[in-house]
T-cell receptor
Framework: SQKIEQNSEALNIQEGKTATLTCNYT??????LQWYRQDPGRGPVFLLL?????KEKRKERLKVTFDTTLKQSLFHITASQPADSATYLC????????????FGSGTRLLVRP | NAGVTQTPKFRVLKTGQSMTLLCAQD?????MYWYRQDPGMGLRLIHY???????AKGEVPDGYNVSRLKKQNFLLGLESAAPSQTSVYFC???????????????FGDGTRLSIL
C-alpha cells in the first residue's frame, strides 16, 4: 500500500530564509500531489496541486517540485515570514481514484522573527 | 461564505454513548468526506460520499456510520463510543472531478471528541 513520509520533526528557520519541506512516497507514482496548510485548531487549507507530468509549480512565494524518479515532492516557501508558521500536509491520490486522497502526517514549520 | 461547517466543535462522551456529528457545505459540492486525525498519523478516511444518497467505506470505517440524505449535509454517527474513537474529526467536500481535472478538498475546522 502507498505510504507517505514527511519529516515529523519541526523545521525551525529564520525569517527571510527559504523553507523546504519534503514529501516522499513509497509505492506507485500518483497522478497528482497536493499540499495543504493546517493551523492549530483549524482544518487543512489547500495550497497547490502538481500533476505527474509537471516538474514544478509556483504560486506567489510557494514552489512545489515533483520527481517521480526519486518518488519525492519538495515544497518551498521563499522569503519566509512568521505568518507562514503552520503544519504542512502532503496528499496523494489513491490509485485509480479521482477523489480519494492519502495524507501524510505533516511537517510543522516554525519561522522565527 | 461559510464553506464547510461542522457541529459541534467539542464534545465529551462516556464509553457506550452514541452521537452524531454534523457537516454542512454551501458550495454545492458533489463529494463529501469524513476523516479522523490523530497525533503522528495524519488524516485517515472514515467514510465518503460521491453523491446524495450514496456512501462508501474508507480506510477506518469500523464503529462509524454515515448518511447523506441531502447533497449539502453529511452525518457521521458513533453507535457505541469507545475510548479509541477519541480524536479530531474533519469533514471535507470537493467538486466532482476526474483524473484529468482533479479537485482540491475543502475542510471544516473539526470536531474535537473525547471518549471517557
Amino acid at each position: 500500500s502507498q505510504k507517505i513520509e514527511q519529516n515529523s520533526e519541526a523545521l525551525n528557520i529564520q525569517e527571510g530564509k527559504t523553507a523546504t519541506l519534503t514529501c516522499n512516497y513509497t509505492n506507485y507514482s500518483p497522478a497528482y500531489l497536493q499540499w495543504y496548510r493546517q493551523d492549530p485548531g483549524r482544518g487543512p487549507v489547500f495550497l497547490l496541486l502538481i500533476r505527474e507530468n509537471e516538474k514544478e509549480k509556483r504560486k506567489e512565494r510557494l514552489k512545489v517540485t515533483f520527481d517521480t524518479t526519486l518518488k519525492q515532492s519538495l515544497f518551498h516557501i521563499t522569503a519566509s515570514q512568521p505568518a507562514d508558521s503552520a503544519t504542512y500536509l502532503c496528499a496523494l491520490d489513491e490509485r485509480d481514484s479521482s477523489y480519494k486522497l492519502i495524507f501524510g502526517s505533516g511537517t510543522r514549520l516554525l519561522v522565527r522573527p | 461564505n461559510a464553506g464547510v461547517t461542522q457541529t459541534p466543535k467539542f464534545r465529551v462522551l462516556k464509553t457506550g454513548q452514541s452521537m452524531t456529528l454534523l457537516c454542512a457545505q454551501d458550495m454545492n459540492h458533489e463529494y463529501m468526506y469524513w476523516y479522523r486525525q490523530d497525533p503522528g498519523m495524519g488524516l485517515r478516511l472514515i467514510h465518503y460520499s460521491v453523491g446524495e444518497g450514496t456512501t462508501a467505506k474508507g480506510e477506518v470505517p469500523d464503529g462509524y456510520n454515515v448518511s447523506r440524505l441531502k447533497k449539502q449535509n453529511f452525518l457521521l454517527g458513533l453507535e457505541s463510543a469507545a475510548p479509541s474513537q477519541t480524536s479530531v474529526y474533519f469533514c471535507a467536500s470537493s467538486r466532482a472531478g476526474n483524473r484529468q481535472s482533479l479537485q482540491p478538498q475543502h475542510f471544516g475546522d473539526g470536531t474535537r471528541l473525547s471518549i471517557l
